[in-house]
């Protein structure tokens, strides 16, 4: 795609269809300009920066609407440009026509994520915040914004910088080595270097390790409910949501199709889906082609719930699913329902071992609150530290990944002897790789694809 960034470009950066407010921003050498020409209250180009005007738009002689013109100055604004953003009222009519009106006054419609774009381009922000830009916004939980607020505000950028300020001081002096070969002049002292290789690596794998973290932050967690007929897995599901999403029957088989509902647990969004009850025969071809998605479900899960009834699954059909699980490397919970029932608290003790096991009772939603510390427990192991950086960006993981590579490759060539023109060339590697990730070294085509992603207002 081509990108202009000379011109002045215009769009509604609140959500399109009817509001009680709609917010239409401009940006560019001419927003001035452009908002002067239908905005006659007053000359914005002799007010002051970071000021609200009061007055109307007008097309002609015609009123559009009553608006507040918000006025920010290059370089101090969002973009780093002129920007004006005009709070009009939010009907997509009104929105609509002054769009238009900014458009024929210069203006053109901007592309997505074109504002932020041009924010990263005049350096204010590197490319790393500015797609947690776009993850703060699709935000839904507090462990997501949290994340994505620790981005924008620099946090990944800060410890890439300073691994890259460590790699460039060594790297600088190489190349004087190099310029002194005929001298045999040492100025990096490989010891040294490898210590700060080795450094580095463990931050970086630190960062790669956190990825699974940070993906389960941003897109939530599949959790499968699965289980015999009739074991209790939909009033479960029903009693997790506090409503009555599925089906519940005392007729084994009802659920033929997967039910998914989402739920927040700590902060962490999990999609339950509820399957069909899984047993060796069928007479019902329904049933039969529920338990083929069941299986298919279970094999694609982050977690499986198992769900079975305490009053009638033995000993030995629980030590049989265990075994499977743990020989399929299933990550899943097990867990005893219709505990109310159960005659005696010894039933408890007929399964044991060091996997999880929580009883519950779904219908009189006893022991739920353990089992939704588990689910958490479950997924992170401990590890869920809001305050550490993660990273959730695959493209982020995939240039992390080679870093790592090329420094163990450097601390092998290190080891070696090998010589410093070598050792640079690997080093150049690490820091073009690291560019890559905060926007130092970039084409159109990856920007085309990260800010894509964006809304057209941001």
């Known amino acids: 795609m081509d990108w202009n960034h000379e011109d002045t470009i215009v769009a509604l950066a609140t959500p399109p269809g009817v509001g009680a407010i709609g917010v239409i921003r401009l940006s560019g050498k001419s927003a001035l300009n452009i908002c002067n020409g239908i905005f006659p209250m007053k000359d914005l180009n002799i007010q002051l920066p970071n000021t609200l005007h009061v007055g109307q738009i007008f097309d002609n002689e015609n009123v559009i609407d009553e608006v507040v013109v918000g006025l920010f100055r290059a370089p101090r604004s969002y973009t780093g440009e002129d920007v004006v953003e005009i709070s009009c009222h939010g009907s997509p009519f009104v929105t609509e026509q002054i769009i238009q009106l900014c458009i024929r006054g210069g203006a053109r419609l901007a592309r997505p994520g074109e504002f932020t774009l041009r924010a990263f381009l005049n350096g204010k922000m590197d490319l790393a915040q500015a797609e947690a830009v776009a993850d703060l916004i699709a935000s839904n939980t507090r462990a997501s914004h ?6 924008i505000r620099g946090g990944f950028s800060h410890e890439l910088m300073e ?3 460590e790699l460039i001081r060594f790297s600088a002096l190489i190349e004087l080595e190099l310029d002194f070969s005929q001298e045999d002049i040492s100025f990096a002292d490989r010891g040294s270097l490898r210590d700060i290789i080795r450094k580095v690596g463990i931050k970086i794998k630190e960062l790669i390790g956190s990825f699974r973290l940070g993906n389960v932050i941003k897109n939530g967690v599949n959790a499968v409910i699965s289980g015999l007929p009739n074991a209790g897995k939909s009033t479960l599901l029903n009693s997790l949501l506090n409503e009555d999403r599925a089906i519940v029957s005392e007729i084994p088989g009802t659920t033929r199709d997967t039910i998914e509902e989402v739920i927040n647990i700590g902060g962490i969004l999990f999609r339950l889906i509820d399957t069909a009850g899984l047993r060796d025969q069928s007479g019902d071809q329904l049933e039969e082609l529920g338990m083929i998605k069941a299986r298919e479900k279970i094999k694609s899960a982050e977690l499986v719930i198992y769900v079975f009834d305490v009053t009638t699954f033995s000993p030995e059909e629980y030590r049989s699913q265990v075994e499977q699980f743990s020989h399929d490397d299933i990550n899943f919970i097990m867990v005893g329902n219709k505990i109310d029932l159960a005659r005696e608290e010894t039933n408890r003790e007929k399964y044991s071992g060091i996997h ?11 022991n739920l609150s ?20 993660v990273i959730s960006s695959t493209r982020h993981l995939t ?3 080679e870093v790592f590579k090329i420094l163990q490759e450097l601390v092998e060539d290190i080891d070696k002897n090998i010589s410093g023109d070598l050792l640079a060339v690997d080093i150049r590697r690490v820091l073009m790789h690291i560019g890559e990730i905060t926007g130092e070294i970039t084409n159109e ?4 694809f990260i800010f894509s992603k964006f809304c057209i207002g941001k």
Do not use: P
């Open 163 to 165: 691994l890259r300020e």
């Open 399 to 401: 240039s992390l990944e």
């Open 356 to 366: 999880s096991l929580i009883f519950v009772s779904a219908k009189s939603v006893y």
């Open 445 to 448: 085509e990856q920007l085309d």
């Open 370 to 389: 353990e089992l939704k510390k588990e689910m958490i427990n479950n997924i992170f192991k401990g590890d869920l530290q809001f305050e550490h950086t």
């Open 146 to 151: 949290h994340t994505a607020m620790q981005q």
